[in-house]
């Protein structure tokens, strides 16, 4: 495809002008110049065999939209009759998510007449901003343009419903800028979304529009990377986070189902993909409802889960040793344990991994016990800070301090982002298995440098599910030409959490026994040999209503004098 690199040009003349009416000059000369790019580019021609959207929408926030209130990220703006292009934005994530388009999904659910003339207008007027260069620089930042390309295409049946032939020209051209835009996209950070979705448009868009046919082969070669890169061996994710596996299915899942619509498979990279990713997806399952809060998992949106498990033929689970992707799972009966037995990600995968090396979540049947608080949302960044520490997991914390580094702010987060960085370094793990029961043992070095301790902690579960068997050990570490590990372990005090699911009540007895109540009556009862539990208050930031209370159990020893704890939880009758 011949194409005319605009931008470079474009941002030295926004350096050179100034004032006003110079600025205008200069809108009109960027109106010019991208028509000039139609006339060199491939353009495209027609929009037919849209991938399908698996992200269920709300026709409640259809109305919403239809009554001018826009809720992203946290944030709410009433429009009251201007274009909500137009209007300030309150927050960098809110404007993302307006310019991503990916509402469309709500009035598509709606299916109402006022919802396709609504979504048309809408288009229209960002396709009216865009075109005298009027909107937000976020408006092009390249994973928005990816996702609001894909928005597009996939609904495009809802808002091109009657349309004219004036608009359908007008969007015909701005889906040829999108791709030539994209095809020069580079991500910055490889491994990241980002990358699978600027690829997944490419590849919607080869498939949707017949001028971009030819496109097909490349598109897929430039996923076919991606998933090489993101996807591991055991169907993990390079970030580490679970909820990261339902994003990339939802992304490519509809592009194989509409090669196969087009009479053309999909490659064997993408297949190959999904068939790993579909089993892990399950492995991370707790309950009934969710993923196992770890690395980035907040509010999870159920009905995607669902939908994206739907789509699986084959319907296996994954074993239970997920070494490549650093977690373990242990079942037996309706008892299931997923364990973080690995180090952080890279820096660059980071952004929303968390301090919670040998962290556990277990659930019974339909009911979460003990979990992670969970990822805040984007607009609430203080709590974004306190759930990716160390104590906000079902794990140890020696002094208050968390396993790894969370950089949060400060220059240093402005320079690489707000990521994760130290930390342990090595996660031995062993699994052992033998007539029903499972066992894993790992430790971590993460309070080698600081505090010369190795976290070791063993998970036990009996056969038929009935019991949890814990036992959690700091031991010294010696290196004598070290100044650090050869000084003898001080008077540390160390806590062993274990944060409720908010559905669960705990009641602390005199005998020093804590009971556990789920809704349904389920009970569960928590002994530890030799500390008294305490029950504490904790907060839970992965309710989809936003950070509400819970409790913990917490138990506390010094690193000195009492460096083993053993616990249990056990099933009443």
Not at 273 to 299: K, N, Q, W
Request: include cysteine; aromatic fraction near 6%.
């Amino acid at each position: 495809m011949l194409s005319l690199s605009l931008d470079p040009l474009l941002q030295d003349l926004g350096g050179l002008v100034a004032g006003e009416a110079v600025g205008a000059c200069a809108r009109r000369l960027n109106a010019s110049l991208r028509r000039l790019a139609g006339l060199i580019e491939t353009a495209a021609d027609d929009l037919l065999a849209a991938p399908h959207d698996l992200h269920p929408g709300r026709p409640d926030e259809a109305i919403e939209i239809y009554a001018g209130s826009f809720r992203f990220a946290g944030h709410t703006v009433e429009t009251r009759g201007r274009s909500v292009f137009a209007v300030a934005s309150p927050a960098r994530d809110w404007c993302r998510e307006l310019n991503g388009f990916e509402w469309l999904r709500h009035l598509a659910a709606a299916d109402m007449p006022v919802s396709r003339l609504n979504a048309r207008a809408l288009v229209d007027d960002w396709l009216a901003l865009d075109a005298v260069d009027n909107l937000p620089r976020l408006a092009w930042d390249a994973e928005t343009a990816a996702r609001r390309l894909i928005s597009w295409l996939t609904h495009a049946p809802l808002y091109l419903d009657r349309a004219d032939t004036a608009f359908r020209s007008r969007l015909l051209a701005s889906i040829t800028r999108h791709v030539g835009r994209l095809t020069r996209f580079v991500p910055q950070d490889s491994g990241t979304l980002a990358g699978i979705r600027v690829a997944a448009a490419l590849l919607a868009a080869a498939i949707a529009v017949p001028a971009f046919r030819r496109q097909q082969a490349a598109a897929m070669r430039r996923l076919d990377a991606e998933l090489k890169r993101q996807v591991l061996i055991d169907g993990g994710h390079a970030s580490r986070n679970p909820a990261a596996i339902a994003e990339v299915l939802a992304e490519i899942l509809p592009l194989r189902d509409a090669l196969a619509g087009l009479g053309r498979p999909a490659s064997p990279t993408m297949m190959n993909s999904i068939d790993r990713m579909m089993p892990m997806l399950r492995f991370f399952r707790l309950g009934e409802t969710g993923l196992a809060r770890f690395h980035g998992v907040g509010a999870v949106d159920e009905a995607l889960i669902a939908a994206v498990l739907a789509a699986d033929d084959a319907g296996g689970t994954a074993h239970g040793n997920a070494s490549h992707s650093g977690y373990q799972r242990l079942q037996s009966g309706t008892t299931a344990l997923v364990v973080d037995c690995g180090p952080p990600p890279p820096p660059a995968l980071a952004r929303e991994a968390h301090a919670s090396c040998l962290a556990f979540e277990f659930a019974s049947g339909a009911n979460r016990f003990v979990v992670n608080c969970g990822h805040a949302a984007a607009h609430l960044p203080d709590w974004q800070a306190a759930g990716r520490a160390t104590a906000a997991h079902s794990t140890v914390t020696v002094a208050e301090t968390s396993s790894a580094h969370v950089i949060e702010r400060g220059i240093l987060a402005g320079l690489i982002g707000r990521t994760v960085v130290g930390g342990p370094r090595q996660v031995p793990v062993e699994r052992r298995e033998h007539a029903g029961s499972v066992a894993v043992t790992a430790h971590h070095d993460g309070y080698a440098r600081r505090f010369g301790l190795v976290h070791e902690r063993t998970l036990r579960l009996e056969a038929g599910g009935r019991r949890i068997d814990g036992r959690d050990r700091l031991e010294a570490v010696r290196r004598d030409d070290d100044p650090v590990l050869r000084r003898p372990v001080a008077p540390h005090p160390y806590h062993v959490r274990f944060h409720l699911d908010p559905a669960i009540r705990a009641h602390g007895l005199d005998s020093g026994v804590v009971m556990l109540m789920a809704p349904d009556g389920e009970a569960w009862e928590f002994r530890a040999d030799d500390c008294r539990p305490r029950v504490e208050e904790s907060i839970y930031l992965a309710d989809p209503a936003g950070p509400c209370r819970t409790e913990q159990i917490v138990l506390e020893a010094s690193a000195d004098a009492e460096p083993e704890q053993r616990w249990s939880f056990t099933r009443l009758r």
